[in-house]
């Protein structure tokens, strides 16, 4: 048998060691920074890392996790809304 991955939207930033406050508040404070300057995720597989470079993922149940970015590229691709009120 073979399966196809259920298309699914999620909401993903990333952490360009930068961007220390918009990381901060898109993972609700569910992260931490080490002095490194890595972050650490707890997720629900346990304590993982995010270098430099890496996206932070909410998953579909409200759960954050790291991506590495050459995955991240090849899984998902930007989603584009149509806001109705600029057509009017």
Known sequence: MKYRKKPVVVEAVHWNSNNHKEVIDFAENK?????LGNIW????EGDMMAKKGDYIIKGVQ?????CKPDIFEETYEEVEYLNILDSI
């Open 62 to 66: 409200g759960e954050f996790y790291p």
């Open 41 to 44: 995720i707890a997720t629900l």
């Open 31 to 35: 992260i931490w920074f080490d002095g």
